[in-house]
DNA sequence: CAAGAGATCATCT
DNA sequence: GATGATCTCTTGA
């Protein structure tokens, strides 16, 4: 058993989160079935200022989550059919979160395949929304705690070190209407890892060639 | 394998 | 009334 990433750990500067993130383990409890996997894909939403970030349209209904406390999971409905899932970060009132974009499937694969209606196992995490779809994640757990004994979706707080040769950046991806924020390098993923996310090799052909 | 179209609905204007 | 921190499906090489 290890214990839960607390508090300190996601009220500090979200890009710095973001990238200590790499090689975390995302636990998901649904009755007394264990679904989790290792992250290997987030994405930074550094503040008011960013233009890619729903908070820089000021404090809504929906965007409220993001300015709570560090720790607590920010989910919301993205094109009608698909959950993104994030984890908020820095002190209350700031509004900024980590969105966790891919992670290699470990534990509950089974159970993974169901909710994902597919056997290809590197089709069950490697975007958004397929991970939330895998583990079992959707608005009821919108403004929830990650840090408390009895969270049901948490981050295992062991030691994991990915080398910084294996950390990568890019610009975020599916962004194009923030500005000159849309090409700030607040992607990060582990290198050469199967379960990152699939992107379109015209859009972002950075990513190919290495 | 790669590219493009369409799905689909909560949220905000 | 418009849009989106996405995905799947179809088509074509």
Redesign the pocket.
Known sequence: MYNRLNKDFFQRKTEQVAKELLGKILVRKIDNEIISGMIVET?A?VGPHDL????S??K?????T?FLDGGIW?V???????H?L?IVTEEKDYPA???I?AVEPLEGIEEMKKF?K?ENLS?LT????????ALGID?SLNCTLATENNSKLYIENRKIIVPAREIKKSK????D?AGIWKDKPLRFYIKNNTYV??V???LYPFL?GN
């Open positions: 994405e939403y890619a970030s729903h908070a349209k000021g809504t209904n929906r965007t409220a993001m920010y919301y409905l993205i094109y009608g059919s698909y993104c994030n979160a980590v969105l974009r994902r597919t089709n490697n975007g958004p929304g397929k991970l939330c779809q608005k975020r991806i599916g962004v209407y996310s699939k379109s090799k015209k190919f």
